[in-house]
Structures are given as structure tokens and as C-alpha cells.
């Protein structure tokens, strides 16, 4: 007789009672633990599971309730905005699940530049809907994701890429576009289901829909806000929670806890470490990623790779730190739509990264060792280069507007 199994691997801080460990990330010999696997009984077995492994797979198929009110492990599938449905809090990570690029950058652009556009159309219209005092469609929401987390799930570049390439006038847009793509990003690099990503991605899209509801001058002023002006910025989040409930979605814990804080500095309500549902963790680093890499009013941006250094910086302070390594991982040292310098002055920017050399991108480059515009854009491996002049190397990651540049054209090319 066989015994049927469905193997997950999740890390063990997100451990519950009444799992059932079937495999750990080392051999069982030397551990504590039986050969044969267990279920975890109590928080003691928990804490003892986290002394010894960072992740281990356990058998969603014996998973035991404590509480017969309450699942132990809640299994969303996708968001399905033509209900009125949630975003999950909590994402089923299945480590089986590798994704691989099945198309290059180069192949996947023309439909990366189809995805970008329908998303733009379609966060157009969500704010245009809400501007004019009425609910937004929700269905835009999906007509904007899908197409996005499909390109993302072909070539983890090529989006990222085209995004950053892009003229960005508007930070709202630009954010929650930004936000939406890295959430695919982060997604696919976590193993996630297809509509679980969406669900994330979406998540992206919405986080601060809110923020159309807060006074412009507070958004735009050039200055560190008062006591008051702070309390009404952060309003958004309930602003946003209650545009969404007017579109028929309820319940979204992703939108709710995007701001909240490992240590328990965050808003609305200082909830903090597991008491974050894992997809406001991830949310939660995706947002202060891009504000940080972004231009702001009363802030000049930081460059990609440096907001990276940043949010590594506050790992197990305002963020998990098993997330935020696997951030790291997941956009490099140099993030795929970073503008950078070269050891031969020029200017680039990351197209594409190289597995087997994180400091060996491939990137496109935009101007002359002078500084000035290139007519054509020229795409270099810097993992791979000719003899006919000496290799190139990044020097530093450069801030948005350092040296601007038109990158407009490419996108038409």
C-alpha cells in the first residue's frame, strides 16, 4: 500500500501547530527529532523545529486542526475580483514550484510592452473612476495584473526592465505599477502558485489606492510633516480598505498591513512579527523598496542598489529577515532596471540578470564615457565581452535624473 503525500516547503517561522514535518533542510541524524517525521504538538516543539532548520517540508495532506473553528493553514487560491472574494493572508508557498524564463528579454518585450500599456490603461482608469466620486471596477484590477504576472512568469526581466525604461511623471502610477511588478517578481521567485502572484500582484496595484483620498498638499509637501498631517497621510490605509469594500472586495489584509512593522512600529495597529500576514511582510518591502529608490518631494531618491543595503539594514528591525534575504536574492545586487555606471564612464542600465554572476549583468548602454546619449542603445553581456577593448565592470548604481537621459524611443522601437 502507498502512502499519498503533498510535500510544501515553507520556512519555519511560519511553523503553526499541527503541521506534520515530513522533511527537514538537513539530515535527520543529530537532530532531536524522529526519524520518521512528526506532527508539531505545541509551541515548544516550534521553537525547538526553528534552534535547528530554517525551512523544513511538511505534509499539507496531515494537517491537523487544534481548533475545530479554526484552520490550522488557510489555502486561498487566487483573487477573484468578479466576486466579491479576498486577497489571502496567507500565501501557500510551494518550493516544488520552480519557474524558468521560457522566453529572453529580447523575445519577451513586445508583449512585456503590451502588458505595461494595458496596466497603465487600466490603473488610468481606476483613478479616473475614483477621482470622479465614484466606486472603481474591479475587473480593471484583474485586466491590469494578468497580463503583467504572465510576462514576469516568462522572463522575470523583461517587465523590470521596460518599467524602468519608462518616462515616470506620476509617482502614484508609477508606484503602484512598480509595486505590482515586484510583487510578481517576488512571487515567482518564492515559488508561489500562478494565482496566488496575481493575488499578490494585485495587492501591489491597490496598497495605496487610498492616497487619492488624502489632501494633495499633504502628498507633495516639500517638508517633514506635523504630528496631525502624518495621522491624516496614514488615514490612507483605511481610505483605500474602504474604496476596495465599495468595489465587493472584503477583507483584504494585505492592503491593511502593507505599513505595519516587524517590531511593532508600524500603523494602523502596531501588529508585529507573524502577527503581519506574510503577503503584508513581503508588500511591506516591496513598498519601501521603490519609495526609497524613487524621487519624492521632500527626498531625493537612493539608488536601487542602495535602497537594497537599506532594507537589508533593517532586517529583523522593521522587516523579516528571512524575507528580506530572499528579496536580495531575488533582484540581485543590481536590480534589473537600475541605471548604472560602467568602469568606462558610460552610462547603463540593467536589462537582464546573470544567475551564475550577480555582478555580471546584462545590461543596455546609454551613453558615451563622456556622459552624452548614445542614437543607439547598445546591449553588452558584461559576463561575456569581446577583445577589442577592456571589459567593462559596474562602478556604482546610479540615482533616478543623475544623468538624464530619453529613453522614451526604446519602448517605441
Not at 533542510?25 to 535547528?52: A, M, N, S, Y
Not at 491624516?232 to 474604496?243: C, E, I, K, N, S
Not at 555580471?360 to 577589442?388: A, N, S, W, Y
Request: net charge negative.
Amino acid at each position: 500500500m502507498t502512502t499519498e503525500i503533498e510535500e510544501r516547503r515553507i520556512d519555519t517561522v511560519d511553523l503553526r501547530v499541527g503541521m506534520y514535518i515530513c522533511r527537514l533542510d538537513r539530515p535527520w541524524e543529530g537532530t532531536p527529532f524522529p526519524l520518521q517525521g512528526f506532527e508539531v504538538r505545541d509551541e515548544d516543539d516550534i521553537r525547538t523545529v526553528r534552534e535547528w532548520s530554517r525551512h523544513v517540508y511538511i505534509d499539507a495532506l496531515r494537517e491537523v486542526a487544534r481548533d475545530p473553528k479554526r484552520k490550522v493553514v488557510e489555502k486561498p487560491g487566487g483573487w477573484n475580483l468578479r466576486r466579491a472574494s479576498t486577497m489571502p493572508s496567507a500565501l501557500r508557498f510551494d518550493r516544488a514550484r520552480s519557474y524558468t524564463d521560457t522566453q529572453t528579454v529580447a523575445e519577451e518585450l513586445p508583449r512585456a510592452r503590451e502588458a505595461l500599456q494595458t496596466a497603465v490603461d487600466s490603473l488610468e482608469r481606476i483613478y479616473k473612476d475614483i477621482a470622479a466620486g465614484g466606486d472603481f471596477n474591479a475587473e480593471d484590477v484583474e485586466r491590469a495584473v494578468r497580463p503583467l504576472v504572465a510576462s514576469v512568469l516568462r522572463s522575470a526581466d523583461a517587465f523590470l526592465f521596460l518599467e524602468g525604461m519608462r518616462s515616470h511623471d506620476t509617482y502614484s502610477y508609477t508606484h503602484a505599477l512598480n509595486c505590482s511588478a515586484l510583487a510578481a517578481v517576488f512571487g515567482r521567485h518564492m515559488g508561489l502558485q500562478e494565482e496566488t502572484i496575481i493575488s499578490l500582484a494585485a495587492g501591489g496595484l491597490l496598497m495605496d489606492i487610498g492616497k487619492t483620498r488624502v489632501p494633495e498638499p499633504l502628498l507633495q509637501a516639500p517638508r517633514a510633516l506635523d504630528e496631525d498631517e502624518t495621522q491624516a497621510v496614514r488615514q490612507h490605509v483605511d481610505h483605500g480598505l474602504a474604496l476596495l469594500r465599495q468595489a465587493g472586495i472584503q477583507d483584504v489584509d494585505v492592503i491593511s498591513t502593507h505599513h505595519e512593522r516587524h517590531n511593532g512600529t508600524g500603523y494602523p495597529h502596531g501588529v508585529f512579527e507573524l502577527g503581519i500576514p506574510i503577503a503584508g511582510r513581503m508588500l511591506g518591502i516591496i513598498d519601501s523598496y521603490d519609495a526609497m529608490s524613487s524621487v519624492r518631494p521632500y527626498r531625493p531618491a537612493l539608488s536601487r542598489h542602495h535602497a537594497l543595503q537599506q532594507i537589508y539594514a533593517a532586517r529583523d528591525v522593521l522587516f523579516q529577515s528571512e524575507l528580506v534575504e530572499q528579496f536580495q536574492v531575488c533582484l540581485s545586487v543590481y536590480p534589473t532596471g537600475s541605471l548604472v555606471e560602467l568602469t568606462s564612464g558610460e552610462v547603463a542600465m540593467v536589462m537582464m540578470q546573470n544567475q551564475a554572476r550577480r555582478l555580471k549583468p546584462r545590461v543596455l548602454v546609454l551613453t558615451t564615457p563622456e556622459k552624452e546619449p548614445l542614437p543607439d542603445f547598445m546591449p553588452v553581456d558584461l559576463l561575456i565581452q569581446g577583445d577589442h577593448q577592456p571589459p567593462r565592470s559596474i562602478v556604482r548604481g546610479l540615482t533616478p535624473g543623475e544623468f538624464p537621459i530619453d529613453t522614451a524611443g526604446y519602448l517605441r522601437a
